[in-house]
């Protein structure tokens, strides 16, 4: 998408290179053979252009209104706006939203020029609605060109009826587009990486012997568990649960792992919570209190995936 806008804008450069530069009621103007509505086009500084036949095809009134509508354009710098629109775009490809975005933004910069034209040149409603109707042509194909005979002349003229549209609202699009934009380039150098995942493998020992080492593979602040029981049918569920947390430490690639630890034998419960720090592939050590006379220990080795 980038290329596209890097084409368009080389192609818009190249169709328009071949100009005569003529005076149109004391305002310079480009004229071009290749365009077929009026433009406003250029970078730092826009240049309006005209088609070879514009003096001839409209009226000495519309003229005037579409000088100033471009003008207003070339004050606004909308087309560097415009190009930097289609750039967000193009970075945030993947966000449905954005497309609406962009051509919203797009109507907005032109009602708010249509509504300074009308102002400066007294037009009304009705001969303005008529004038945008005249100026109706074949779409350029160029998506960099900024022009005021596109898609949307139906909602410029219910904004224009209505006179709701504020200028505030193109401001604010504006920021949120460079805001998001923004956004989206710093989370793409800023090193962001998908969540890891750790081997976790625990040596249960009862009074010194292994009775058990369950190895899980946990991701990432995710709640993994373990559970070892022994059915009765007069006790209830005997054995032990284990839910654990584990999260990337701040130093030596270390990884922290917080345990929630259930135990039950017979009378004997033990509920504790326990946290420890493990070096990859070194193991922690974890004893488990009891007021009985058997010992439990737990042995943990952690590793990234």
Not at 16 to 44: A, H, T, W
Request: charged share 20%; hydrophobic share 40%.
């Amino acid at each position: 998408m980038l290329f596209r806008i890097l084409l368009g804008y080389f192609s818009a450069k190249k169709q328009l290179r071949s100009c005569n530069q003529v005076v149109i009621q004391g305002q310079p103007v480009f004229i071009n053979k290749y365009i077929q509505s009026p433009l406003s086009f250029g970078l730092p500084k826009s240049k309006i252009y005209f088609p070879l036949d514009a003096e001839t095809k409209w009226t000495s009134r519309e003229i005037q209104m579409i000088l100033a509508h471009e003008n207003f354009h070339v004050e606004r710098n909308d087309s560097l706006w415009k190009l930097l629109s289609l750039i967000v775009q193009a970075i945030l490809f993947f966000a449905p939203w954005m497309y609406y975005l962009h051509r919203r933004f797009e109507l907005e910069m032109e009602v708010v020029c249509d509504l300074k034209t009308c102002k400066k040149t007294g037009a009304d409603i009705q001969e303005y609605g008529n004038f945008l109707l005249a100026m109706t042509c074949a779409q350029p194909q160029n998506l960099i060109f900024t022009n005021m005979t596109d898609s949307t002349l139906k909602r410029r003229l219910l904004a224009m009826k209505s006179k709701t549209v504020n200028s505030r609202l193109l401001v604010f699009i504006l920021s949120l587009v460079i805001l998001l934009g923004g956004s989206t380039a710093i989370g793409m150098t800023s090193g962001i990486k998908e969540k890891n995942f750790f081997i976790i493998k625990t040596k249960i020992i009862v009074d010194g012997k292994l009775v058990s080492s369950p190895e899980i593979l946990a991701k990432e602040n995710q709640k993994a568990s373990i559970t070892l029981t022994n059915n009765t049918d007069n006790s209830g569920t005997q054995g032990l649960r284990m839910q654990l947390m584990a999260q990337g430490a701040v130093r030596n690639d270390a990884i922290e792992i917080n345990y929630d630890i259930e135990y039950k034998n017979g009378k004997e419960e033990i509920r504790t919570n326990p946290q420890i720090i493990v070096v990859p592939n070194q193991e922690a050590e974890i004893n488990l209190s009891s007021d009985s006379k058997h010992s439990y220990k737990m042995l943990v080795v952690a590793k990234r995936q």
